[in-house]
C-alpha cells in the first residue's frame, strides 16, 4: 500500500458527460502528478500540482482539468468525455516540487488507478 | 518520434536467470525513473536515478548519462518478478515514459 488513495476504483459513464477523479496524497506530500494509461499511448504524463500551485503540464487536453485544495488531495475534471477517453487514470504523490517550472525528481508514490469507461 | 525507447518488448525467463532490460532516450533529464506494473494494474517506483548505480535486494539499475541508456537488471529471478517494467524520465517540465517490457518468469 503505497499510501496514496484514489476514488472511485472504477467509472462507466457515457460520451458527452462529466466526471470527477480524486486523489488524496501520502501524509506530509506535497505534490500530486496525475497520468493517463491507455491501451494504444500507454503512460502519458497530464498534470503536476505542488502546494496547490500548478507546476508543469504534460498532454492534458483542454477538456480536462485539475486542481489541488488547501488539504492537498486533489481532483481530475474529465468533461465532454469521448471513448478515447476510457483509459486508467493514475495519481501520484512525492514529498517536494522541484523549483518552479521545474519538475522534482523525487520518487513517486502511485494510487491504485481509477479505470475509466466510457461508452 | 518516442523519447523513450525499451528494449526488449516481451521477456520470457527460467526461475534463477539474470535478466537485463534496457532503455534508450533522446533528450536531456534531470532524472530517469524505473516503474514495475503487476498484472492487477498498480504500479510501484523502483528507481530513481540520475547517474550511476543503484541496487535494492536482486535489483540493479544503472545509467549511462554520456550513452543516454540505462540498464535495469534482475539477478536470480523469480516468478514473482513477473510484470511491466516501464522506463521514464524527467525532463524539465515534462515526463516521458517508455512503452514496458512484458516479463514472465516461468518456475
Known amino acids: 500500500d503505497s499510501g496514496v488513495t484514489q476514488t472511485p476504483k472504477h467509472l462507466i459513464t457515457a460520451t458527452g458527460q462529466r466526471v470527477t477523479l480524486r486523489c488524496s496524497p501520502r501524509s506530509g506530500d506535497l505534490s500530486v502528478y496525475w497520468y493517463q494509461q491507455s491501451l494504444d499511448q500507454g503512460l502519458q504524463f497530464l498534470i503536476h500540482y505542488y502546494n496547490g500551485e500548478e507546476r508543469a503540464k504534460g498532454n492534458i487536453l483542454e477538456r480536462f482539468s485539475a486542481q489541488q485544495f488547501p488539504d492537498l488531495h486533489s481532483e481530475l475534471n474529465l468533461s465532454s468525455l469521448e471513448l478515447g477517453d476510457s483509459a486508467l487514470y493514475f495519481c501520484?504523490?512525492?514529498?517536494?516540487?522541484?523549483?518552479?517550472?521545474?519538475?522534482?525528481?523525487?520518487?513517486?508514490?502511485f494510487g491504485p488507478g481509477t479505470r475509466l469507461t466510457v461508452l | 518520434k518516442n523519447e523513450v525507447e525499451q528494449s526488449p518488448q516481451n521477456l520470457t525467463a527460467q526461475e534463477g536467470e539474470f535478466i537485463t532490460i534496457n532503455c534508450s532516450y533522446s533528450?536531456?533529464?534531470?532524472?530517469l525513473h524505473w516503474l514495475q506494473q503487476h498484472p492487477g494494474g498498480g504500479i510501484v517506483s523502483l528507481f530513481m536515478?540520475?547517474?550511476g548505480k543503484k541496487k535494492h535486494g536482486r535489483l540493479i539499475a544503472t545509467i549511462n548519462i554520456q550513452e543516454k541508456h540505462s540498464s535495469l537488471h534482475i539477478t536470480a529471478s523469480h516468478p514473482r518478478d513477473s510484470a511491466v517494467y516501464i522506463c521514464a524520465v524527467s525532463t524539465g517540465n515534462q515526463f516521458y515514459f517508455g512503452t514496458g517490457t512484458s516479463l514472465t518468469v516461468i518456475p
Open positions: 533528450v536531456g533529464i534531470s532524472a
Open positions: 501520484a504523490s512525492s514529498p517536494m516540487g522541484g523549483t518552479s517550472g521545474r519538475l522534482s525528481t523525487d520518487t513517486q508514490y
Open positions: 536515478l540520475s547517474s
